[in-house]
């Protein structure tokens, strides 16, 4: 069992959802639920973030070779989005604008209105907020490199624990937002950015190592290419 490339896979997916950083996002969306609305909102997300994630780290390889994608394209493009995405997180922004807010209904139950308003806000908050471009990428290209099926399945545990992680910080993401103000919040999504961009770089490094076979140093190069 390849432990650091679990923890690695972990780090970066967390990193790439970047779920403190989205917290006044997600707090805009729904802050005229009650709590416990807010609440069944963030788990019912976490659920469609898992969903949505696992369909593209099993199918995703086989999307490539449908449209004839080498994954050494497919390694370089990501690294360059994700590179994109650390970079504005490193700058303090978002990784995509808040917009086309509405309203749900308030009828029903808890968990009615939750199911109501995740129907409103699934795009864009859902996707491309959190599922988008990057964090995409990321799963397809660590998905690249499992070899067996104790892997995979590990691989799917990271994916579920990480958008566990994201739908607890949702849950309780007015607490969060209170205790770390806005200065804390950009610290956070700083140090994401930093940690993004240098997982960025890596993939470019494995790359360009699957182009030039043995032309980089082996000890830099994560994992077999």
Same mark, same amino acid.
């Given at each position: 069992?390849?432990?650091?490339? %679990?923890?690695?896979? !972990?780090?970066?997916?967390?990193?790439?959802?970047?779920?403190?950083?989205?917290?006044?996002?997600?707090? #805009?969306?729904? #802050?005229?639920?009650?709590?416990? +609305?807010?609440?069944?909102?963030?788990?019912?997300?976490? *659920?469609?973030?898992?969903?949505?994630?696992?369909?593209?780290?099993? $199918?995703?390889?086989?999307?490539?070779?449908?449209?004839?994608?080498?994954?050494?394209?497919?390694?370089?493009?990501?690294? +360059?989005?994700?590179?994109?995405?650390?970079?504005?997180?490193?700058?303090?922004?978002?990784? !995509?604008?808040?917009?086309?807010? #509405?309203?749900?209904?308030?009828?029903?139950?808890?968990?009615?209105?939750?199911?109501?308003?995740?129907?409103?806000? +699934? *795009?864009?908050?859902?996707?491309? %907020?959190?599922?988008?471009?990057?964090?995409?990428?990321?799963?397809?290209?660590?998905?690249?490199?499992?070899?067996?099926?104790?892997?995979?399945?590990?691989?799917?545990?990271?994916? $579920?624990?990480?958008? +566990?992680?994201?739908?607890?910080?949702?849950?309780?993401?007015?607490?969060? $937002?209170?205790?770390?103000?806005?200065?804390?919040?950009?610290?956070?999504?700083?140090?994401?950015?930093?940690?993004?961009?240098?997982?960025?770089?890596?993939?470019?490094?494995?790359?360009?190592?699957?182009?030039?076979?043995?032309?980089?140093?082996?000890? $830099?190069?994560?994992?077999?290419?």
């Amino acid at each position: 069992m390849e432990w650091s490339l %679990l923890f690695n896979a !972990f780090i970066g997916i967390l990193a790439i959802l970047n779920p403190i950083g989205n917290v006044p996002i997600f707090l #805009e969306h729904v #802050e005229n639920d009650n709590p416990n +609305v807010q609440r069944a909102v963030a788990v019912l997300m976490s *659920v469609s973030m898992f969903i949505m994630l696992a369909v593209f780290f099993v $199918f995703g390889t086989q999307i490539l070779n449908l449209f004839g994608i080498t994954l050494p394209a497919f390694r370089l493009a990501g690294s +360059v989005i994700i590179l994109i995405v650390g970079l504005r997180m490193l700058q303090g922004k978002s990784k !995509f604008d808040a917009g086309g807010i #509405e309203t749900a209904s308030a009828q029903g139950g808890t968990f009615s209105q939750a199911r109501n308003r995740l129907s409103h806000i +699934v *795009v864009p908050v859902a996707m491309p %907020l959190f599922v988008g471009p990057g964090s995409i990428t990321t799963v397809v290209l660590y998905a690249e490199k499992v070899e067996t099926f104790p892997m995979f399945l590990m691989m799917l545990l990271v994916l $579920f624990l990480a958008t +566990v992680v994201v739908g607890a910080c949702l849950a309780v993401s007015r607490s969060i $937002f209170d205790m770390l103000g806005t200065n804390g919040t950009q610290i956070v999504i700083r140090f994401m950015g930093m940690i993004l961009c240098a997982i960025a770089m890596q993939f470019m490094i494995d790359g360009i190592a699957q182009l030039l076979p043995g032309v980089l140093n082996s000890n $830099f190069i994560h994992g077999a290419v």
